[in-house]
């Protein structure tokens, strides 16, 4: 378990001691285009969808990549006015590669001396602020498109924020973060959404009381695209089948021991222009951000879904 929380943890913020190294791309493992069910659909062909969720969580796809969720226009307006956040909410992913904004969760809980009432509360004031900024920074009204377009694709749910109890305040959570990932930096390291209850038991146990956290979606819009590099890669490799990444050795443990290096593993990258979403199975499926060539930062801003324990609702969050 130890081995577990280590190798994953740089990746929202905390403290590593392992260096995040530059990934080689698979020696051996292929390229395959169509490894993972992933079609590329218009903004039009993903609306005539009524179980577009379920359909992911059902295997049916494993992800969509969808054209055009905001304009050109949108998402240069946006790239101009990120200067309005709130650096001070700022999260360093650790190992260098980048930060998100607000800052994730993970860094308000310790597996010791569990949630810091005190950083609980200025990570709230840091939402609520950021609610505010995100209507700058994005002044069609980001969160309302988001779930109703998510409550598009998924007609019989209702999709909604989850809210967590403060005292006697109810507070909601956030649908989004920006992430930057820095020019020539190393992306996002292999991980896969169903680690994150093991590696943050404190956050994710007041999210397992509302839904149902296991195999959670993953969603995310592209801003900025670096030169060369920055895609989704998809590892042919399945949560449960496979267990850990280890980062020292660059390899994939599987669930009787064995390793196998990352590079031998087959790979489906994806690759998002400005404005196109990204909607996936990363509760389920091995993925990373590649390393990024070039001077231009790897801008997204994404969250996560997961249905209710009865199946009525679908909440987002980040
Ligand atoms: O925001 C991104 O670009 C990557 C998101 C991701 O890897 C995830 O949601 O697990």
Redesign the pocket.
Known sequence: MYRILKSIKHLFGKRNDSPLSFQQQSSNGKKRADMWNFPTLSMSDILQKETAITDLYDNKTNGYLIKGFMSQEEVEFALANLDKLNTTANGAFSGGSGYSNPKNFSMLADEKSGINEVLLDEYFTEIEQYRLTLNRILPFGYEERLLKFFSSIESNIDVKVPVIKQGQEVKQLTTSTF?FCYPMGGG?TT?V?NMFPIIYPLFYSFLNKLMNVERQI?Y?VMLSKPEQGGD?VLFDALWGDFIEYDTITKSMVRNDGKRVLLSALDYQPVSPEPGDMILFN?GDIW?K?DNLLGAKSRI?I?G?LAKTKDNSKVYVWS
């Open positions: 992430r996002m991980h959404g993953s995310f989704l990363g993925h951000v997204t994404g996560f």
